[in-house]
């Protein structure tokens, strides 16, 4: 569906300034809810291509501000390098044929992490077992994202399970999801979905998403964590479900 060009603005700013909040107070979120929202106006590769440069900035500044970066490159490549490849490899599925599929995969993927969220599933992951799993993690992290245009499964919930300090646990999602949206605009760009004028158009979208980091900064002292993450994790399970639903109807 074709909307006005004044009502895509709004949406596409609206979106991204509260997708900048979410990531001001939790850390993460952005890529999440603004696929979650633009999905259901727009194909997965449009929305994909507007969140390249919020999001590509937003986690570089969250990459950088640790002390630990090449600490944790070393310990984590594996998973990086899989997630790159994964990406670039599935970025094709939100394009031509296959955008169905896309659309189902974003909103089951926004499902399952919402459910995951809400049910508080927690596990541990030895880490003799890390060597081996970092791979895997990062291959289907990047399949998923290529597909969904979703970077946080299971990449997120894995590096929770590690017992990684607050400032590594932040500094390392920092580090997957910038490499997440480096390989998705190459993958993107490689199928012909992301060009010069939607880096302008991406370009835009980055202040509504660092006014919004900004209000989510101050929100955070504010309000309960746990209350905040039930009601995210809320409209995340309703956008998911909405989406599957408009698919299979």
């Not at 490899?89 to 044929?97: D, V, Y």
């Not at 399952?112 to 895997?136: D, Q």
């Not at 760009?189 to 939607?198: K, S, V």
Request: charged letters at 10%.
């Amino acid at each position: 569906m074709t909307y006005p060009a004044a009502f895509r603005i709004a949406i596409v700013s609206l979106t991204f300034l509260l997708a900048g909040t979410v990531k001001g107070v939790t850390g993460m979120g952005l890529p999440t809810v603004a696929m979650g929202v633009l999905g259901a106006f727009m194909l997965p590769a449009e929305a994909a291509a507007l969140l390249i440069l919020p999001s590509f900035i937003t986690n570089a500044w969250q990459l950088l501000a640790g002390p630990r970066l090449l600490v944790l490159f070393r310990r984590f490549w594996p998973m990086i390098a899989g997630i790159a490849c994964g990406t670039m490899l599935a970025a094709s599925l939100m394009t031509g044929s296959k955008t169905h599929w896309a659309v189902l995969g974003l909103g089951t993927v926004l499902t399952l992490y919402a459910a995951s969220g809400l049910l508080a599933w927690r596990f541990t992951v030895p880490a003799r077992h890390e060597h081996r799993l970092s791979p895997l993690i990062g291959v289907v992290t990047g399949l998923i994202t290529g597909g969904t245009g979703v970077a946080v499964v299971p990449a997120a919930p894995y590096l929770q399970s590690l017992d990684l300090k607050k400032e590594d646990l932040v500094q390392a999602l920092g580090m997957s999801f910038t490499v997440s949206t480096i390989a998705l605009a190459t993958g993107l760009a490689h199928a012909g979905a992301f060009a010069i004028g939607d880096v302008r158009d991406s370009l835009l979208a980055v202040v509504p998403a660092l006014a919004g980091m900004w209000i989510g900064q101050r929100i955070r002292g504010r309000i309960s964590p746990a209350s905040f993450r039930r009601w995210f994790f809320l409209c995340l399970l309703a956008l998911g479900l909405q989406l599957i639903v408009r698919q299979i109807v």
